[in-house]
């Protein structure tokens, strides 16, 4: 009776007679509940504000599992094209993630109700990567909320990155290396470690403060990725996070793809062409990176049948990177659409882990093996060298030698000639 004293009070005073003021007393009273009404909380939960729907996510697991995971499922041939990646391969992803965060294992509340699963919550994660969807979109399939989506996504691009990035996010080690070099060797480049190119992210939610900052050539705000693929589309080296007003050679300058090898830790390649020796290997670049002696660029204007050649065989392996992208781009829409989240760190976690499962996916399926790596050819066999030099010294002289425009001249000659040499006559 504490709710409503002044109006109790008019009841208890009341004159009988008076209909006009029973009348007023009404209208007031339900003026006054109105306001109470929507002062008070719309909704009641364990969390006060929060709308309860009954999901049914108990029945949407066994769904998902029904149609995607048991014996005989229902989607079967679809898998692989719906989730991007072979079945044996996706559930070691769950399970390696599900170990890593306990936010993924399936728990019970406090009345003993059965949360979402682990396969929920991965699926729901995969469905946002791979189709670019919003994060509501998977609510009517799996049975999950659009703010335990969106945790989902984070955790799960975080534990990936954790889990399986110093195995699938690495630089190249020594039979990595040499493997590389069989590559370029049979494809007339000898030395070649891949190619390398930048490629922009639209991101759609950039701060206004910061729109000028990443807003370069492509007249949106966008996120700069600096890659490094082979010819199996294996991306060795990425750098992600840069503004989308610099370019290619601004990135450079900031990037370490470049860092184990005047640190002295990356062991020098040996490699020998048209009678030359040469210590370091190279990358295939398009026309504004710089001539430094560890990048191989075409020619503009090509003139003799040497020279177009060696500009027609440059440019069709150089694509490598492209197509890395373009499949990049294929498996998870997400890098492809423009990018919904606020801030960079999260983009970051997103784009490595999309590339961390896009080199998951190419050894699962065996791209990674269907080359001949038996070291024949005209050359010898490259030897790759482990000396270490951690000196200062060397630090500098091999700083000097990666940005050497006479070592960039000699080894585009000499590729000319090995080219016209092998392939042209």
């Given at each position: 009776m504490d709710r409503y004293p002044d109006i109790l009070e008019d009841i208890l005073h009341f004159d009988e007679d008076s209909d006009d003021e029973w009348d007023m007393l009404l209208a007031e009273t339900k003026r006054e509940e109105e306001s109470r009404s929507k002062r008070r909380n719309k909704h009641h939960g364990s969390v006060p504000g929060h709308r309860i729907i009954r999901r049914g996510r108990v029945e949407g697991h066994e769904r998902l599992y029904h149609d995607y995971f048991?014996?005989?499922?229902?989607?079967?041939?679809?898998?692989?094209?719906?989730?991007?990646?072979?079945?044996?391969?996706?559930?070691?992803?769950?399970?390696?993630?599900?170990?890593?965060?306990?936010?993924?294992?399936?728990?019970?509340?406090?009345?003993?109700?059965?949360?979402?699963?682990?396969?929920?919550?991965?699926?729901?994660?995969?469905?946002?990567?791979?189709?670019?969807?919003?994060?509501d979109s998977v609510d009517e399939y799996v049975r999950i909320g659009e703010s335990t989506a969106i945790e989902s996504l984070r955790r799960f691009v975080q534990a990936v990155i954790a889990v399986f990035g110093d195995e699938y996010l690495r630089p190249p080690n020594n039979n990595d290396i040499a493997r590389l070099l069989a590559i370029g060797e049979q494809r007339g480049f000898p030395g070649m470690l891949g190619s390398i190119d930048c490629m922009h992210w639209k991101w759609k939610n950039c701060p206004t403060a910061r729109q000028g900052m990443y807003t370069g050539h492509c007249h949106e705000p966008t996120i700069i990725l600096e890659a490094v693929a082979s010819q199996d589309l294996w991306i060795w080296h990425a750098f992600f996070g840069l503004p989308g007003s610099l370019n290619d050679i601004n990135v450079l300058e900031q990037s370490p793809v470049f860092a184990t090898l005047t640190e002295g830790r990356a062991p020098p390649i040996n490699y020998r062409i048209n009678g030359h020796d040469y210590t370091m290997g190279y990358y295939l670049a398009d026309g504004i990176y710089p001539n430094w002696s560890t990048f191989v660029k075409t020619i503009p204007c090509p003139q003799g049948l040497k020279r177009k050649h060696y500009a027609a065989a440059q440019e069709s392996i150089r694509k490598d990177v492209e197509r890395a992208f373009g499949v990049l781009q294929a498996r998870f829409a997400i890098v492809r659409g423009p990018a919904r989240f606020w801030d960079e760190e999260t983009l970051a976690y997103i784009m490595k882990a999309c590339i961390i499962m896009h080199n998951m996916i190419i050894e699962d399926e065996g791209a990674t093996n269907d080359n001949d790596f038996d070291g024949s050819g005209e050359n010898p066999i490259v030897q790759v060298s482990h000396v270490h030099t951690p000196e200062f010294v060397d630090f500098i002289q091999t700083h000097h030698q990666i940005r050497s425009n006479a070592s960039h001249s000699q080894l585009q000659s000499d590729l000319i000639e090995h080219l016209w040499q092998r392939y042209g006559q």
């Open positions: 048991a014996p005989n499922c229902v989607y079967d041939a679809f898998f692989r094209r719906r989730f991007r990646m072979g079945r044996p391969l996706f559930l070691r992803i769950v399970n390696g993630v599900e170990q890593y965060d306990p936010f993924f294992v399936q728990t019970t509340d406090a009345i003993g109700n059965l949360g979402l699963s682990s396969l929920q919550k991965v699926t729901a994660a995969f469905r946002i990567l791979t189709y670019g969807t919003p994060s």
